[in-house]
């Protein structure tokens, strides 16, 4: 069974480039999904800039810390 966390980012508008409003999926098994939900469509890290860029970074590292922790103490 495949688990995942759903986030939501609301990166403010600075200067001539629009605000972005952004769901991110992290799958437990790896699989990412970001949907700009100002289009509907879906887009790849490397199209993320910015504070949108630093919170898909932040947030894929924290799950797998939190992946590597949970398997630590399943197989210690």
Known sequence: MVNSEHFRYLEPSKGSRPSKDLTFKFYTD??????????????????????SYDFYVRQRLALIKRDLQSKIAKYA
């Open 30 to 51: 790896g699989k990412l999904e970001i949907i700009d939900n100002d289009t509907g469509h879906t887009m790849n890290p490397r199209e993320l800039t910015g504070g």
